[in-house]
């Protein structure tokens, strides 16, 4: 049931890239996704959420240029990252939980630089 991510790599300032988490099992949707990051000698932080109902949260920094969304049927989260940043840079980590339930991914790397 451990979230898969995908997507990661470098690109140049100001272009994009689409993360993607795939967990398996058959009750997806009663799960909260979530996108988390954590840069070097950084705390790790909430970049975006998705709650099973659909409902959106996204941190100050990413607002207007991140998109996070959820597919139940194929049980996946996706964050859509726009207008990057070179502070975007970090590992980039999937969470899912329900109740008292938790599961992270290993993380995947991404890098904003020239």
């Known amino acids: 049931v451990q979230p898969v991510e995908s997507g990661g790599g470098l690109v140049q300032p100001g272009g994009s890239l689409r993360l993607s988490c795939a967990q398996s099992?058959?009750?997806?949707?009663?799960?909260?996704m979530g996108w988390y990051r954590q840069a070097p000698g950084k705390q790790r932080e909430l970049v975006a959420s998705?709650?099973?109902?659909?409902?959106?949260k996204y941190a100050d920094s990413v607002k207007d240029r991140f998109t996070i969304s959820r597919d139940n049927a194929k049980n996946t989260v996706a964050l859509q990252m726009n207008s990057l940043k070179p502070e975007d840079t970090a590992v980039y980590f999937c969470?899912?939980?329900?109740?008292?339930?938790?599961?992270w991914g290993q993380g995947t790397q991404v890098t904003v630089s020239s």
């Open positions: 099992g058959s009750l997806f949707n009663r799960f909260d």
């Open positions: 998705i709650e099973r109902g659909g409902a959106t």
């Open positions: 969470r899912s939980n329900w109740g008292s339930v938790e599961y």
